[in-house]
């Protein structure tokens, strides 16, 4: 059984930067893509930043430049760097996996969350002015 564990949210003033950490335990096979995703209150969860087993990312527009997703393979880990935060940025940060069918097939749409099938507890992030 997968399960991933996010860490590493917390509060920090607009303009400052976070990473956000997701370990993956009992994931294996080498065909797989890994995001993170974002929901505020009263809104609907998002995707922010995907990453495939090939090492190809896709970013929200409202993150690109800001943001990068990275990962650590021999420690299963993702990662999420966040520079020059912003209020709106305020959400719960999810990490999210799935497998993957084909070699070097790429993620699915950020917008399909439904094709995401792994999915951590969730990390805060809060961004004040």
């Known amino acids: 059984q997968v399960r991933l564990v996010e860490s590493g949210g917390g509060s920090v003033q607009a303009g400052g930067s976070l990473r956000v950490s997701c370990t993956a335990f009992?994931?294996?096979?080498?065909?797989?893509?890994m995001g993170w995703f974002r929901q505020a209150p009263g809104k609907e969860r998002e995707g922010v930043a995907t990453?495939?087993?090939?090492?190809?990312?896709n970013y929200a527009d409202s993150v690109k430049g800001r943001f990068t997703i990275s990962q650590d393979n021999g420690r299963n880990t993702l990662y999420l760097q966040m520079n020059s935060l912003k209020p709106e940025d305020t959400a719960m940060y999810y990490c999210?996996?799935?497998?993957?069918?084909?070699?070097?097939?790429?993620?699915?749409?950020?917008?399909?969350?439904?094709?995401?099938?792994?999915w951590g507890q969730g990390t805060q992030v809060t961004v004040s002015s």
């Open positions: 999210a996996a799935t497998y993957l069918r084909y070699l070097h097939s790429r993620c699915p749409a950020m917008e399909r969350t439904y094709d995401y099938n792994y």
């Open positions: 009992g994931y294996t096979g080498s065909n797989y893509c």
């Open positions: 990453i495939d087993s090939d090492g190809i990312t």
